[in-house]
């Protein structure tokens, strides 16, 4: 079939440049998995803190607003009371807002971050 060992060299050639070419193309993707998964990780541990941070904001702050409206209400337990309920209907808002404000956020966030091809500034 062959008509000289020129061709079998060239097959030889070309099998070792596809094998180099898949090795390469596989160290590419774990690289971008390493990445991908770095950013994902870093934005989940920022937004932990963040919520906790906030948690703790609105603990103190609903102990302020308890006692600045005790004398409104004239009752420590009727300030309570109205912040517990405040705090009900917002956590009820966000329930009942739970697609817009938490789960297309993050499903953008995802698909923009694992489907979005890689914008490299050194490609022309």
Do not use: W
Not at 30 to 35: G, K, R
Not at 39 to 67: E, K, N, P, R
Not at 106 to 116: C, K, N, T
């Amino acid at each position: 079939m062959f008509a000289n060992d020129k061709s079998i060299d060239n097959l030889e050639s070309l099998f070792k440049e596809v094998k180099k070419y898949v090795l390469l193309q596989k160290e590419y993707l774990q690289l971008e998995l390493v990445e991908k998964l770095t950013i994902l990780m870093s934005t989940l541990l920022l937004v932990l803190v963040l919520v906790v941070l906030g948690m703790m904001a609105l603990f103190y702050f609903s102990f302020m607003l308890v006692y600045a409206l005790e004398p409104l209400t004239g009752s420590l337990t009727a300030a309570y009371a109205i912040i517990g309920g405040l705090l009900l209907l917002l956590a009820g808002a966000v329930f009942a807002l739970r697609q817009r404000l938490i789960v297309l956020p993050v499903v953008h966030f995802l698909a923009r971050l694992f489907l979005e091809e890689p914008s490299n500034p050194s490609e022309p």
